[in-house]
């Protein structure tokens, strides 16, 4: 019998109360705490974008590019944090869901075209963390990873069914600290800092066809699609309501920029090691070769373990995004916070989606190549997410008249516009 997730009370101290730090009542010490314990869903969100498509991407990034596109990163971070923030206030006013909100305003065709994009996404990114999943126990076993993905694909789902929203969280807290050993590695291998910040700052274009595509991925991997479906939900399993969005914003602001400092000096690392060597990514094991100045002959084996750890994060974020956009069309009760007997075609949706992704994995996909093309594809179908989220967010009637902040319209038009031109640039490289 499943247990009870007890985690998930709306009364539980696990969630901020309606004292939240916008209101008059809570000062001091108290404020902080409750910002402290509105820590959740922008977190998870932040922390499971570090997937191994994203470290992977990433990595690329450094070992075609250089320090070229570390520029890219640094606006990448403000776009996110106006699409969560954003989706975090949508989620919070209405308590409902991206999809459910675009095909009441918007018609059927309209939402389905947002589940259609989202559900294209969510799955490609899935199967390419799940044979990532299988990548990282063969360098830690040398046994072949195809036998590693169906028995990580049960125990992922097992912990998705079984664990309380609560205990998921603590679970990717923890193991997200496994990507500080990027950031401990970018030091140890001495990178010409001063040619790193001076292209932290000042923008260059992608010269060919690689670097386009490494553009391209590194903004469908910071800028997710499974983020704006993730998030609107996120808020509801928190029980958060519009009083709260204080306590939103900081999550997601603190997710998004702990997330993507991690990238950045992933970045750094690959491109202080493998690019100025003139080597490129081909396997698993040619990225953990970035790692080697930390770790020496267990370059490899920590490798292994942060993507392992990343895929755990991942793999169920994307199952999880996947039933809430299939719920969402059909109509159907979802949410980690109900039993599987309350929400069973929320929790099948989950169990198809590991499934597939396991299926996939033995039907020939290369792990890298489908991580890379996986992040491609979400720079190409997010932009079409981002202009439903500004319409949406805009609508007043929908809103109960609260409006967005100009800082965050701004910044989801840029986001639009950057992800178009990125895709656009790719395309006439690819003539």
């Avoid at 776009?79 to 989620?91: E, F, H, N």
């Avoid at 690959?270 to 953990?288: E, G, N, P, R, Y």
């Amino acid at each position: 019998m499943r247990p009870s997730r007890r985690g998930d009370d709306p009364g539980s101290a696990t969630f901020a109360t309606e004292r939240g730090p916008g209101s008059g009542t809570t000062t001091g010490a108290r404020k902080w705490l409750d910002y402290v314990k509105a820590i959740g869903p922008g977190m998870m969100a932040g922390l499971a974008d570090n997937d191994p498509a994203g470290v992977a991407s990433y990595s690329i990034v450094g070992a075609v590019a250089g320090y070229s596109q570390l520029w890219l990163i640094v606006l990448a971070t403000f776009m996110v944090q106006a699409v969560q923030v954003s989706s975090a206030r949508l989620g919070d006013v209405t308590q409902q869901g991206v999809l459910h909100l675009a095909r009441a305003r918007y018609g059927w065709k309209i939402g389905m075209a947002v589940a259609v994009a989202g559900l294209i996404a969510n799955e490609a990114t899935l199967i390419a963390d799940v044979a990532a999943l299988g990548a990282s126990l063969e360098l830690l076993t040398g046994l072949p990873w195809r036998w590693f993905v169906i028995p990580a694909s049960i125990l992922l789902w097992l912990m998705t069914v079984f664990f309380s929203f609560r205990a998921l969280r603590i679970f990717f807290f923890a193991i997200g600290l496994l990507l500080l050993s990027y950031v401990v590695t970018a030091f140890l291998v001495h990178p010409d800092w001063g040619e790193a910040l001076r292209q932290t700052f000042i923008p260059s274009v992608p010269r060919n066809v690689d670097e386009a595509k490494a553009a391209v991925a590194l903004l469908g991997t910071t800028v997710s699609p499974y983020l704006l479906f993730w998030e609107a939900e996120g808020e509801r399993e928190a029980h958060r309501t519009r009083r709260q969005f204080a306590q939103a914003e900081v999550d997601v602001t603190t997710g998004y920029v702990t997330s993507n400092v991690v990238s950045y000096f992933i970045i750094v690392t690959t491109a202080a090691t493998l690019f100025v060597h003139h080597l490129s990514i081909q396997t698993a094991a040619d990225a953990a070769a970035a790692l080697r100045p930390l770790a020496g002959p267990f370059a490899e084996e920590i490798f292994a373990a942060g993507l392992l750890g990343t895929g755990m994060l991942a793999v169920p974020m994307f199952a999880i995004s996947s039933g809430y956009i299939a719920c969402e069309v059909l109509g159907w009760r979802s949410g980690l916070s109900r039993q599987p007997s309350e929400a069973p075609g929320f929790y099948g949706v989950l169990t198809a989606a590991f499934l597939s992704g396991s299926v996939a994995v033995f039907l020939g996909v290369d792990p890298i190549v489908a991580l890379l093309d996986s992040q491609i594809l979400d720079g190409f179908l997010m932009p079409i997410l981002i202009i439903v989220l500004f319409m949406l967010v805009n609508d007043r009637r929908l809103m109960d008249g609260e409006r967005p902040a100009r800082y965050y319209n701004v910044w989801l038009i840029v986001a639009a516009l950057v992800m178009v031109g990125g895709a656009s640039l790719l395309v006439l490289n690819l003539i």
